[in-house]
């Protein structure tokens, strides 16, 4: 088993591709490597080594890719959302410590001055002209002598904080021994080798892009053609281009791309995927059936999060193996169910725990929720995961929902992700996110936010009639919002928690 970041790449030959973008040439697993030694040296003569923290603040694409494998081969790597305002950045790069932030050659954006106004070092990456996807040299004005130690299983490859809306965001590091399981969990899950392509669509400040797409392909000596970012206008153009064997992308994602698949058949004809990836918030049924019969090839939902460096269940891969609405097996970790009170482990429905080489040694500088999150049972220690859910007789995993998300109307206890399957089967309904809505004597009320399918007609009062003919009264959404779009999060996914605010829905006191 590989321990290390380094060792995902140490591996392979040297004149395999590795990361590949538009209208660049590939680099090769032997660049790579020599990228990594030069990288090292380059912080070193910084002042930066191991345990050091550098931040990333790099657009989408095989730099950004090459940057987090690179530099977590010499220190920490805590790569930030470039979309991020002056303020956040002022509060990420204070949090967690920073010494050096590496941007692009010409930026001169939020990140910068945050940077420049904490003293904190200031890397700059080069691209030189024509060199393969990926390739770049760095530059800076600090120096110093950081010792060349080499890093070790336990030590931090990557740090993120938690993408929590209510509350301080956590901070979790990542061991390069959790990084380096993960890498191996996904890849053996999906059963890649050599000959597989991912084309990347995800942020690579995100786990689910760093581990799933990047990690996973480089621990089986796969490459990655890396797109500047998610775009559905560009998805097929792109994937004419890079010819890849798959793809990974959260539900959002998905559903953008089935809406222009029809106009693109040639496309997926000529591309003939192995399968398809989901991960980081619930696949609809609805939506899982619509990719495979589209794409003609099995759809993959996985089960991550990012204390568990990305992976903890996976539906396998055979035909006819992948169930709509499961999340699929135990995939690397162990995966049991808790008590969602009691510290001990239980049979039925309650809160996923998980159990493994790649879950995080616990929250950086948080005792009190390190003691809410771990416990000890039957001899290992597991790591709460605020989802509820259950397991079918066949073993699959089925979530209900996010533990915060549960809908609690007078002491009913209402699933959104129930209510998001019964709406989906509305002819009418493109995409839909049901959240609970404040309520002055049953504490909460059932809502829902929905988008239509193009071209497609349905009024609120439809859309309840639908559900009412379809579900117990209690769990019918009281109040139903037809928009044009759903907000989301950074990396795509749509968030329960706060939508009532965000959409007016909350009495101000």
Known sequence: MRTTVKSLISDHSADTPVFGAPDRPWMTYGGLRDLSQDVANALNAMGIGKGDRVAI???????????????????????????????EYEFYLSDLKVKALLITADYEGAALAAATK???AIIRLHVPEGAPAGHFTLHSDAQGDAGLDPVGPDDVALILHTSGTTSRPKIVPLLQSNVAASAEHVSVSLELSATDRCMNVMPLFHIHGLIAAVSASLAAGASVWCAPGFDALRFFGWMRDAKPTWYTAVPTMHQAILTRAKRNADVIAETKLRFLRSSSASLPAQVMLALQETFGAPVIEGYGMT??????????LGDGAQKPGSVGVAAGPMVRIAHEIENHLMEGTGEVVISGPNVTPGYESNPDANEKSFFMDAGKRWFRTGDQGAFDEDGYLVLTGRLKEIINRGGEKISPLEVDGVLLD???????????????????????????????????KDIRSFAASRMADFKVPRKVIIMDEIPKGATGKMQRIGLAEKLGLVEQA
Do not use: C, D
Request: no cysteine; proline share 10%.
């Open 118 to 120: 904490a003293n904190i």
């Open 426 to 460: 509305h002819p009418a309904v493109g995409q839909v996110v049901t959240f609970a809505v404040p309520h002055p004597k049953l504490g909460e009320e059932v809502a829902a936010a929905v988008v239509l399918s193009e071209g497609a007609e349905a009024s609120e």
């Open 307 to 316: 204390e568990a460096a990305h992976q903890m269940a996976s539906n396998p």
């Open 57 to 87: 603040v790099l657009p989408n694409g095989p730099e950004m890719a090459a940057a987090f494998v690179t530099v977590s081969q010499a220190a920490t790597t805590a790569p930030f959302n470039p979309a991020y305002r002056e303020e």
